[in-house]
């Protein structure tokens, strides 16, 4: 059986980042794994640069050569992606996630979901956890 959903415009909210880690910088890869382990802290990416012996400018001219991405976005898809996870494995509220998360500000967290998964994330829970509802 086949279903349609004829009002979605993207599918965006089918990506599962999994890191850029198909590159040669270790440097890099260090940093990915300190931001893929501490989702639920505010990262400093100039403390992260510092914890690095690397300049600001030069960090972040490493990781978006490695990755694509620069170090603030790619913070940010890996706490989405974790945010995403909870919506579809747990009961927790939209306020618990973004908490456990690392984020404080509700609009903030709202605007940096919406951007990456293209729904809000009350409607990805809703549509995406079945318990939720």
């Not at 909870?86 to 009961?91: I, S, Y």
Request: proline share 2%; charged share 30%.
């Amino acid at each position: 059986m086949f279903q349609i959903e004829i009002d979605r415009s993207s599918q965006s909210s089918f990506i599962i980042f999994k890191g850029q880690c198909s590159h040669n910088d270790e440097l890099v890869k260090k940093a990915q794994a300190y931001i893929e382990n501490r989702v639920e802290e505010k990262i400093s990416i100039e403390h992260l640069a510092a914890d690095f012996s690397v300049g600001r400018r030069n960090f972040d001219r490493r990781f978006i050569k490695a990755t694509g991405n620069t170090p603030t976005e790619y913070a940010q898809r890996v706490k989405i992606e974790a945010a995403k996870k909870a919506f579809e494995t747990t009961r927790k509220t939209i306020s618990e996630v973004m908490y456990a998360v690392g984020y404080s500000d509700p609009k903030a967290f709202r605007e940096v979901f919406r951007r990456i998964t293209g729904l809000s994330p009350l409607e990805y829970r809703n549509r995406y956890n079945k318990d939720a509802a």
